[in-house]
């Protein structure tokens, strides 16, 4: 029983990074398009952290640049909202 695949065709790609991929293919001795199911493959086998909220994951993604310094918001209290139930 054959089991169905899909076919995805990828346009607009830099001259030099299809050139990187053909290298790093030839490196591995396989074909550029066995490459790319490698890299994709690599990519998305790794689990997604569940223990990392929104808020988390961008610090984490600007504390390797040093970061980013805001100025402190003033809030108001929250308020009792009555929607007439």
Excluded: C, Y
């Amino acid at each position: 029983m054959e089991v169905p695949v899909a076919v995805m065709t990828i346009r607009n790609i830099d001259d030099s990074l299809k050139q990187r991929l053909r290298l790093r293919a030839a490196q591995h001795g396989r074909s550029m398009e066995e490459e790319v199911r490698d890299i994709l493959r690599s990519a998305l086998s790794a689990e997604v952290s569940q223990g990392v909220d929104a808020g988390q994951a961008i610090h984490q993604r600007f504390v390797r640049l040093g970061g980013v310094d805001l100025p402190a918001v003033s809030r108001e209290a929250i308020r009792d909202v009555d929607f007439g139930a």
